[in-house]
């Protein structure tokens, strides 16, 4: 059983930029959920994707957008980077469904933004 | 709005000791989950343990336990006999009981274990 993976591991970008971050959900799970970490605090979530489709969103403007795609692979979009966007993002996947179902997370991808 | 509150930045212990770490929570609903998490250096967060709101059992999981106080909407995490590998963020974490997956987090607890 193949863990869930991310890339890249670290990505340095500039104000202004757009970037595009990749995870690649454990076998088996149909739902992507995306996460923000800045240094020092714990994650905020920014959305969910279920079969392709966005499934929640927290507190986090446009700019900031995604992709499921049918083998439930999934991207993070983020335009017109600033600043307060560095931070480690994480992806965590899990199944559907009401009731228990352990959320896999990987490794995380440290972006900064100069 | 739920909300998860960890006021313990930092916690020490010497190896082979005991220590909780702390969490408080808010939110309406009844059915829910409660988790703790650990991220090591490496950054992978890990699940060290989860109670599910409707047990009144607290959970277990080797030497990690749980007090969960429903009323008081509390939530602390055990580590017995505790080893430097325990070295890391906690963080506390909640999640509603329905579809949707989103957790809400604490600002962690940094454990450091002195040999």
């Known amino acids: 059983e193949t863990g869930v993976t991310q890339s890249p591991t670290h990505l340095i970008k500039t104000r202004g930029q757009q970037v595009t971050l990749r995870c690649s959900s454990q076998?088996?799970?149909?739902?992507v959920s995306w996460y923000q970490q800045a240094l020092g605090q714990g994650p905020q979530f920014i959305f969910q994707y279920y079969r392709e489709e966005e499934n929640g969103r927290g507190n986090f403007p446009p700019r900031f957008s995604g992709l499921q795609f049918p083998n439930y692979s999934s991207e993070l979009n983020v335009n017109a980077l600033e600043l307060d966007d560095s931070a480690l993002y994480l992806c965590?996947?899990?199944?559907?469904?009401?009731?228990?179902?352990?959320?896999?997370f990987g490794p995380g991808t440290r972006l900064t933004v100069l | 709005a739920q909300t998860v509150t960890q006021s313990q930045p930092e916690m020490s212990v010497q190896e082979a000791e005991t220590v909780t770490l702390s969490c408080t929570y808010d939110t309406s609903e009844s059915d829910y989950y409660l988790f703790w998490y650990k991220q090591p250096p490496s950054r992978q967060m890990i699940l060290v343990i989860r109670?599910?709101?409707?047990k009144q059992q607290n959970a277990t999981e080797n030497r990690f336990s749980v007090n969960f106080q429903k009323a008081a909407k509390s939530f602390s995490l055990k580590i017995s006999d505790s080893q430097l590998g325990d070295a890391a963020m906690y963080f506390c974490a909640y999640r509603w009981a329905g579809n949707n997956r989103k957790l809400i987090w604490g600002l962690g607890t940094s454990l450091a274990v002195n040999p």
């Open positions: 965590a996947s899990s199944l559907s469904g009401r009731g228990y179902n352990e959320q896999f």
């Open positions: 109670q599910e709101a409707y």
């Open positions: 076998s088996g799970h149909n739902t």
